[in-house]
């Protein structure tokens, strides 16, 4: 079982260069989301998703694209990359019900310069 | 406006004693909150959740209080070990009956437990 798998776990992007971070699960976990995380800021809600084909904003999406096409993989597009999204993104999954937190992968180092 | 509150950047324990770590929120919409625990260079893992409808909420060594009136939580590790210094994050959401896909977090404490 592998859980939360992302891909790739570094990435050095130049300003104006679009790219694809991979995640998948194969725990058929309903929810996922895509998590930033910043010096001091904790972790923020990009996009989410309770099921495939339905997606939804998080707190900070502008500059990010997602889709749900299955129950399995999650993707997070980047259009136009810019020095302010240089961060670790994290993928997370989860199924329904109060007792369980978030799955998450182990994360995607991304430096755009 | 930051919703979930962790006001210690950081916290350093002597192993076997007591570690407290706290969080505070402000949206009393949030109706389950979550710990989870992060290693560097790893994603978080869920440690411990409570429901509002609850105060206390125990599992092993780790117990989790919640104080809706002052809209606060705790986290307390008995004994602290080495193996626990990591980050601890609090999370909280507003699922109108539990649902928790959109978690929001607090910013960390460093727990530093030293042998």
């Known amino acids: 079982n592998a859980g939360v798998t992302q891909t790739p776990k570094f990435q050095v992007l130049k300003t104006g260069q679009s790219m694809t971070l991979q995640c998948a699960q194969d725990m058929n976990h309903e929810y996922m989301s895509w998590y930033r995380q910043d010096p001091g800021m904790g972790l923020r809600l990009i996009h989410y998703s309770v099921g495939a084909g339905i997606t939804d904003q998080g707190e900070v999406p502008n500059g990010y694209n997602v889709s749900r096409s299955t129950t399995e993989d999650f993707p997070l597009r980047l259009l136009s990359a810019a020095p302010s999204q240089t961060s670790v993104y994290f993928c997370a999954s989860s199924r329904t019900g109060t007792a369980y937190g978030y799955t998450f992968g182990s994360g995607t180092r991304l430096t755009v310069v | 406006d930051q919703q979930v509150k962790q006001n210690s950047p950081s916290l350093s324990v002597q192993e076997g004693r007591i570690s407290i770590l706290n969080c505070d929120y402000t949206?009393?919409?949030?109706?389950?909150f979550l710990w989870y625990k992060k290693y560097p260079a790893e994603g978080p893992t869920f440690l411990i959740s409570i429901s509002s409808i609850k105060d206390k909420n125990e599992d092993g060594r780790f117990t989790v209080f919640l104080n809706k009136s002052a809209k606060h939580l705790s986290l307390h590790i008995v004994p602290s070990q080495p193996g626990d210094s990591a980050v601890y994050f609090c999370a909280a959401t507003a699922g109108g009956g539990g649902s928790n896909y959109k978690l929001t977090f607090g910013k960390g404490t460093l727990l530093t437990v030293n042998p």
């Open positions: 949206n009393s919409m949030f109706d389950y």
